[in-house]
């Protein structure tokens, strides 16, 4: 948007002229998802475009500008459970700030989450792969994601990277994720402080200017988008596949998500209180973004890369690719220069909904055993790829960009 960055807009007309400059400047990509479909059930109603992180935002730039982050992060790496009190030595204001935010919501309901354990543990094949492949490939098409990925810190070491991400995958599908004794609660305020670092470290780098069409990344806006190509991608998914759910455990899912986002600084205003409201606020936010970008085409290379220091067998890049094409679909496979596979791409397209049919038991016979085989290992396989290999991880505060 180019002359059209919030900094030019501030310098114009203060930040009344910068929100009504932009409803009228952007009228395909206006906000009118209305607050009373979530979780508040009312509120402003401000495009979350213009809305990021005030608490935790100056509280991080505070930290690395004082040189305090390389303390921190050792302090930190010791706080690795929810129930757990906050290490000593940690400064004043940051952990003032943290023990607000490891609070759950009023609206934290318990009865819900034991039920989204069942449905994870149902569902964990399924969902370690959409996570994966679905959620994880499609970020590398929402170009401002991809763009503050590639040139942050972990943009250079993408295997890391993927593992820390994963991490908040494997936290949220836990048995005890937002109990005493589980790590979801730490990873999200964790995750918080680390959004608040890059939105002060970006903007710093050479690179920024030319690539990036705003000039603080990772807005509230930006977070749904991203959030939908979660949980609300992940469920779309099921649903088209014919995953039989019960309505209570769908609702379940939904609720663990709905508190990810609010534990990772969103505003209850903007977290959809039921899938339609998701579904309906992702047609609005999420489709319309994705684009392919140089970086994201880059960093969808290394992804499909990874499995194959994994296991060149079968975690190969062609598989991968395949999955990615059949779960995103030929465009999305096209931007970003996924070559078509002969044998995959035909055998998922034909045999993947009677393998789910003849997994949950709707389909009386196999109709080519050998193949669901394959399947079921290759979702095993990938699981553990994306998913358990990042237990020991640590998340970190960044203090750089990209190095180069
Ligand atoms: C870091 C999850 C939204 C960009 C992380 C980390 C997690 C995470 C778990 C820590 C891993 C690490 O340190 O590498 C999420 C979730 C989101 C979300 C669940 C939404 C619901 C976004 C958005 C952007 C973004 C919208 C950009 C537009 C980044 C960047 C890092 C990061 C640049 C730091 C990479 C580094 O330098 O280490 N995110 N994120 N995230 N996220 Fe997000």
């Known amino acids: 948007m180019g002359g059209l960055s919030r900094r030019n807009m501030l310098k114009a007309g203060g930040a009344l002229g910068a929100l009504g400059a ?40 505070a930290l690395l500008d004082r040189g305090d982050v390389p303390r921190v992060n050792e302090l930190l790496r010791t706080w690795t459970k929810n129930g757990q009190p906050l290490p000593a030595g940690l400064p004043e204001d940051l952990r003032a700030f943290m023990e607000r935010a490891r609070q759950l919501p009023a609206w934290a309901d318990q ?28 970020s590398t098409v929402i170009p401002k994601e991809a763009r503050a990925v590639y040139y942050s810190q972990g943009g250079a070491d993408m295997k890391d990277r993927i593992s820390k991400t994963a991490k908040l995958g494997y936290d949220i599908m836990s048995q005890n994720a937002y109990r005493p004794d589980g790590e979801m609660i730490v990873t999200c305020v964790k995750t918080r402080l680390v959004h608040a670092a890059v939105r002060h470290l970006l903007p710093q780098s050479p690179h920024w200017p030319d690539v990036a ?50 534990m990772l600084g969103i505003k209850d205003e903007y977290i959809p209180a039921s899938w339609a409201e998701a579904n309906s606020q992702a047609e609005q936010v999420l489709t319309p973004v994705l684009a392919p970008t140089p970086e994201g085409v880059k960093l969808a290379d290394i992804l499909l890369g990874l499995g194959s220091s994994v296991d060149a067998g079968i975690l190969s890049k062609p598989i991968l690719g395949a999955f990615t094409r059949f779960m995103l679909g030929d465009e999305i496979a096209g931007w970003l220069k996924i070559p078509r596979e002969p044998v995959w791409d035909p055998l998922l397209r034909l045999s993947w909904k009677p393998f789910i049919a003849v997994r949950e038991g709707l389909l009386p016979f196999p109709l080519a055993p050998e193949a669901y085989w394959l399947f079921d290992e290759f979702l095993r396989k990938a699981t553990l790829l994306f998913l358990s290999e990042a237990r020991p991880i640590s998340i970190e505060i960044p203090q750089t960009n990209r190095p180069s």
């Open 22 to 61: 932009l409803s009228i400047a952007t009228p395909a990509h206006a906000w009118t998802w209305s607050p009373t479909g979530s979780v508040a059930g009312a509120g402003a109603g401000l495009d979350p475009r213009w809305v990021w992180d005030e608490e935790a935002d100056p509280l991080v730039a």
């Open 213 to 262: 069409d705003e000039d603080i990344p990772i807005s509230q806006r930006d977070m749904m988008v991203t959030w939908h190509s979660l949980p609300t991608t992940v469920m779309q998914k099921l649903v088209a596949w014919k995953v039989p759910i019960p309505a209570g455990e769908s609702e379940a899912f939904l609720h663990s998500w709905q508190l990810c986002a609010h």
């Open 111 to 138: 009865g819900k989450l034991s039920l989204a354990v069942e449905f994870n543990k149902k569902r964990g094949l399924y969902l370690g792969l959409l996570y994966g492949l679905a959620s994880g490939m499609m």
